[in-house]
């Protein structure tokens, strides 16, 4: 929220000596004159001016008040601090989705000739940007195994203008060294992007191990109960002002301010919501790799994942997400979904309620066979997203489903 755009309501809160779970409650409260508990809505398009002279300021930057909600409102100015507090980033601008916000951090700052280096385990949509629509504007893409840091090194033997990465990936949690990996991009003249959704910043502040731009589908955790769509954008000040500003400002993709206050009351409980899914979620992970009809199972902490060793130093647990094999393939991948009477069969996650889905067929179905293979995403995986219930039921409705 701009400065002088602040004094339109009354600020409450931010000493720089409240911890996170203080800020995650408290972070960002501005109180209208009314002095009301829970922050304010204010759901309106546009503003009005006291006089001709104080519009013509406000567009000429010369004052930083409101003027259109597509650029600035109060209850999503509220949500970009609370955010950005949680994230200990130094600023953050909030999006009408995620995919919006990975967009924009990406667009924002490319031009036709740049060079682009990415992980090759990535989001569907997230490829489909990388490989289809930044090629069409002469900007190159280089793909790598984001754990072969070998593979990073020659990507960075040329200059590069952006990184783009998750970590842990969608669907089967690979792990990235991000201190590594920054390290080599900043070498190479990167800025690096990181896709923290499956972490959220309660687990994992990727900007501690040098990244510089993080980006959320803020839908997810931070929602948490499926409610509404958003996302966000998180980095210092000048790429904040004088690059995502203004190409959010004259794109549109702007969050609501319903939206943003359904996503402020999330961070209130974010932290308690995401360590019940982390311990839900380890525990289901033991659970089912001990069941027969299971071939496999991903979970970033465990004793068995490739780089549990690495997922440890950079997390504070492994997250909400479990990925498994189940024996056979796309047919009895499907018998498992359909026997399931308590955990829904839903492309998201993050939400209270456990979701799962079968991702070579869904979210990731866009890309060639081959590439699936490669990426570990057969016709057997299944994703699935542990919600809040009681895990006892969880593995039971788990265990009737198996064969």
């Given at each position: 929220?701009?400065?002088?755009?602040?004094?339109?309501?009354?600020?409450?809160?931010?000493?720089?000596?409240?911890?996170?779970?203080?800020?995650?409650?408290?972070?960002?409260?501005?109180?209208?004159?009314?002095?009301?508990?829970?922050?304010?809505?204010?759901?309106?398009?546009?503003?009005?001016?006291?006089?001709?002279?104080?519009?013509?300021?406000?567009?000429?930057?010369?004052?930083?008040?409101?003027?259109?909600?597509?650029?600035?409102?109060?209850?999503?100015?509220?949500?970009?601090?609370?955010?950005?507090?949680?994230?200990?980033?130094?600023?953050?601008?909030?999006?009408?989705?995620?995919?919006?916000?990975?967009?924009?951090?990406?667009?924002?700052?490319?031009?036709?000739?740049?060079?682009?280096?990415?992980?090759?385990?990535?989001?569907?949509?997230?490829?489909?940007?990388?490989?289809?629509?930044?090629?069409?504007?002469?900007?190159?893409?280089?793909?790598?195994?984001?754990?072969?840091?070998?593979?990073?090194?020659?990507?960075?033997?040329?200059?590069?203008?952006?990184?783009?990465?998750?970590?842990?990936?969608?669907?089967?949690?690979?792990?990235?060294?991000?201190?590594?990996?920054?390290?080599?991009?900043?070498?190479?003249?990167?800025?690096?992007?990181?896709?923290?959704?499956?972490?959220?910043?309660?687990?994992?502040?990727?900007?501690?191990?040098?990244?510089?731009?993080?980006?959320?589908?803020?839908?997810?955790?931070?929602?948490?109960?499926?409610?509404?769509?958003?996302?966000?954008?998180?980095?210092?000040?000048?790429?904040?002002?004088?690059?995502?500003?203004?190409?959010?400002?004259?794109?549109?993709?702007?969050?609501?301010?319903?939206?943003?206050?359904?996503?402020?009351?999330?961070?209130?409980?974010?932290?308690?919501?995401?360590?019940?899914?982390?311990?839900?979620?380890?525990?289901?992970?033991?659970?089912?790799?001990?069941?027969?009809?299971?071939?496999?199972?991903?979970?970033?902490?465990?004793?068995?994942?490739?780089?549990?060793?690495?997922?440890?130093?950079?997390?504070?647990?492994?997250?909400?997400?479990?990925?498994?094999?189940?024996?056979?393939?796309?047919?009895?991948?499907?018998?498992?979904?359909?026997?399931?009477?308590?955990v829904d069969i839903s492309n998201n996650l993050g939400d209270a309620k456990s979701l799962i889905t079968h991702p070579a067929t869904t979210t990731h179905q866009r890309l060639p066979a081959?590439?699936?293979?490669?990426?570990?995403?057969?016709?057997?995986?299944?994703?699935?997203?542990?919600?809040?219930?009681?895990?006892?039921?969880?593995?039971?409705?788990?265990?009737?489903?198996?064969?």
């Amino acid at each position: 929220m701009d400065q002088s755009a602040r004094s339109l309501v009354r600020a409450t809160s931010n000493p720089d000596g409240w911890r996170r779970a203080t800020q995650q409650v408290r972070g960002g409260t501005r109180r209208s004159d009314f002095g009301e508990t829970s922050e304010a809505m204010f759901l309106t398009s546009g503003y009005v001016y006291e006089s001709p002279e104080e519009a013509e300021a406000r567009f000429k930057g010369e004052d930083d008040g409101f003027i259109y909600s597509r650029f600035s409102n109060p209850t999503v100015g509220m949500f970009e601090e609370r955010l950005a507090l949680a994230e200990g980033a130094p600023r953050c601008l909030a999006t009408a989705t995620g995919m919006a916000a990975v967009n924009a951090a990406l667009m924002c700052q490319l031009e036709a000739g740049d060079r682009v280096v990415a992980s090759r385990a990535l989001f569907g949509s997230c490829r489909y940007i990388l490989d289809e629509i930044l090629p069409r504007f002469a900007i190159t893409v280089v793909l790598v195994d984001g754990s072969d840091l070998e593979q990073w090194r020659q990507a960075f033997s040329q200059p590069a203008k952006c990184v783009f990465l998750e970590t842990p990936s969608n669907p089967a949690l690979e792990i990235i060294d991000l201190e590594a990996v920054c390290h080599l991009a900043h070498g190479a003249g990167a800025q690096v992007i990181v896709d923290n959704v499956f972490a959220t910043p309660v687990l994992q502040r990727p900007r501690e191990f040098g990244a510089d731009i993080v980006v959320y589908s803020t839908t997810k955790h931070i929602d948490g109960q499926g409610r509404c769509l958003g996302g966000a954008v998180l980095a210092d000040e000048d790429f904040c002002e004088n690059l995502l500003k203004p190409y959010l400002r004259h794109t549109g993709p702007a969050l609501s301010p319903f939206n943003a206050w359904i996503m402020l009351k999330g961070l209130e409980t974010l932290e308690l919501r995401v360590a019940r899914h982390a311990a839900n979620a380890a525990e289901i992970a033991d659970f089912l790799s001990g069941q027969e009809g299971i071939e496999r199972v991903l979970y970033p902490t465990r004793h068995d994942h490739p780089q549990q060793a690495l997922a440890r130093r950079q997390m504070s647990a492994g997250g909400s997400v479990v990925a498994f094999d189940v024996t056979g393939g796309k047919e009895q991948a499907f018998d498992f979904l359909k026997r399931l009477r308590l955990v829904d069969i839903s492309n998201n996650l993050g939400d209270a309620k456990s979701l799962i889905t079968h991702p070579a067929t869904t979210t990731h179905q866009r890309l060639p066979a081959g590439e699936r293979q490669h990426l570990g995403i057969n016709d057997s995986l299944l994703r699935l997203s542990v919600g809040l219930e009681d895990p006892e039921d969880i593995k039971e409705d788990l265990l009737f489903a198996l064969p």
